[in-house]
């Protein structure tokens, strides 16, 4: 059974002010931490054996005698064996027992079961709890059935590979390391059976995801990941903001694309077909007349969200665009919580979350002031599920 928000919100009045604020300790940790400890918050990151250096050593808060940050962003971290054992009951215990608002970020969502996160994990999320699932494109109802229901365009589906005509992309996880993509491209049946057989042999892809694969058009034309942020606490008409916009760098496929057209024709073998491994971010602008439509999605996606099930999106979400060559923009995939690439923005903030509140303003610090705002109007519970 899921938890109701009612449960989780009970937690709240046993919790100290103020909260701790944490993150599990991987793709946009260093942002919540950043940003909470920007606004005057105390840090945990849940860290995984093996990966805890950087937040326990490199990142380690330093304070001064009255209490000011000096140096670092993470005030203290907790190892586990694996990232999943932050989400045993004895974990949970110690958790709520610190005053821990934990911020939702993909680590939390692929490395901990959903199943989990939505009927066992009882400690506050500063998020959308029930609407972490939608990013699974083998659930029935996934972010492409949102967007449908937000008239936000979105590649065209093929419905199987046999009526692959024209240029495709085949969106699947990889075979072992489930957070990262499998993805490849084809633009007939024959080159779909030709590349899935090669990542099929050398382990990057399985036969079983092959099969639940979905196939879609290939939207010619740069990516851009608009950083939202929905604010429950402003009033609606105030409640949509554009923090800024991301770009990722991919591996293969950004070592290949710099090599000239010569040297690509001469690779061979399973190198001749990209991974698309998310290993870092850029920062974008973009052009001011898109603006306005791109505005428009995110009011859509905010109501078709809230439509489907209460409270909706809060806080950070993120509408992965590829624009085509007649400006059109399409979203081929939704993040509901922070994005991976807002770490471009520490310190420095996002151009457009600059040029609305005045200051620096990252998502880290942006989720850090709704916090400290609903602790000030006595509004927390509505900022958690």
Not at 323 to 349: E, K, W
């Given at each position: 059974m899921v938890l109701s928000r009612a449960e989780i919100q009970a937690l709240l009045p046993a919790y100290p002010r103020p909260?701790?604020?944490?993150?599990?300790?991987?793709?946009?940790?260093?942002?919540?931490?950043?940003?909470?400890?920007e606004e005057g918050f105390r840090t945990l990151v849940l860290a995984q054996k093996g990966r805890e250096q950087?937040?326990?050593?490199?990142?380690?808060?330093?304070?001064?005698?009255?209490?000011?940050?000096?140096?670092?962003?993470?005030?203290?971290?907790?190892?586990?064996?694996?990232?999943?054992?932050?989400a045993a009951p004895d974990a949970q215990t110690r958790l709520r027992e610190k005053g821990v608002l934990l911020v939702p970020n993909r680590a939390l969502s692929s490395y901990v079961p959903l199943d989990t996160l939505e009927s066992e994990f009882r400690v506050p999320l500063v998020g959308s709890r029930q609407l972490l699932r939608i990013e699974e494109r083998t659930e029935r109802e996934n972010y492409y059935s949102l967007l449908a229901a937000a008239g936000i365009p979105a590649p065209a589906r093929v419905?199987?590979?046999?009526?692959?005509?024209?240029?495709?992309?085949?969106?699947?996880?990889?075979?072992?390391?489930?957070?990262?993509?499998?993805?490849?491209?084809?633009a007939s049946f024959e080159e779909f059976q030709r590349k899935s057989a090669a990542l099929l042999a050398n382990g990057t892809i399985?036969?079983?995801?092959?099969?639940?694969?979905?196939?879609?058009?290939?939207?010619?034309?740069?990516?851009f990941?608009?950083?939202?942020?929905?604010?429950?606490?402003?009033?609606?008409?105030?409640?949509?903001?554009?923090?800024?916009?991301?770009?990722?760098?991919?591996s293969s496929l950004d070592g290949?694309?710099?090599?000239?057209?010569a040297q690509q024709l001469e690779i061979r073998g399973a190198h001749a077909i990209p991974h698309y491994?998310?290993?870092?971010?850029?920062?974008?602008?973009?052009?001011?007349?898109?603006?306005?439509?791109?505005?428009?999605?995110?009011?859509?996606?905010?109501?078709?969200?809230?439509?489907?099930?209460?409270p909706g999106i809060i806080?950070?979400?993120?509408?992965?665009?590829?624009?085509?060559?007649?400006?059109?923009?399409?979203?081929?995939?939704?993040?509901?919580?922070?994005?991976?690439?807002?770490?471009?923005?520490?310190?420095?903030?996002?151009?457009?979350?600059?040029?609305?509140w005045r200051t620096p303003m990252s998502s880290g610090r942006r989720i850090a002031i709704e916090i400290r705002r609903a602790l000030a109007e006595d509004r927390l519970p509505e900022v958690v599920t």
């Open positions: 909260p701790v604020i944490g993150a599990l300790g991987s793709h946009s940790a260093l942002d919540i931490a950043d940003g909470a400890v950087t937040y326990a050593r490199y990142y380690r808060a330093h304070r001064d005698a009255e209490g000011r940050v000096t140096r670092g962003c993470v005030d203290e971290v907790w190892t586990y064996l694996k990232f999943v054992d932050s419905p199987s590979p046999q009526e692959i005509e024209g240029l495709a992309i085949v969106k699947l996880p990889h075979a072992t390391r489930r957070l990262e993509r499998g993805f490849f491209t084809a399985t036969t079983a995801d092959l099969a639940t694969a979905r196939i879609e058009q290939y939207i010619l034309g740069p990516v990941n608009f950083n939202f942020f929905f604010s429950p606490l402003a009033p609606r008409g105030d409640g949509l903001e554009l923090l800024g916009v991301d770009e990722r760098r991919e290949l694309v710099r090599l000239p057209a491994t998310v290993v870092g971010h850029g920062t974008l602008t973009v052009r001011e007349s898109l603006l306005e439509e791109i505005f428009a999605f995110g009011e859509r996606f905010v109501d078709a969200t809230r439509s489907r099930s209460l806080g950070p979400f993120t509408l992965q665009t590829c624009i085509d060559r007649d400006g059109h923009p399409f979203v081929f995939d939704v993040a509901a919580r922070i994005g991976g690439g807002t770490n471009i923005h520490l310190a420095l903030g996002h151009p457009y979350g600059n040029a609305l």
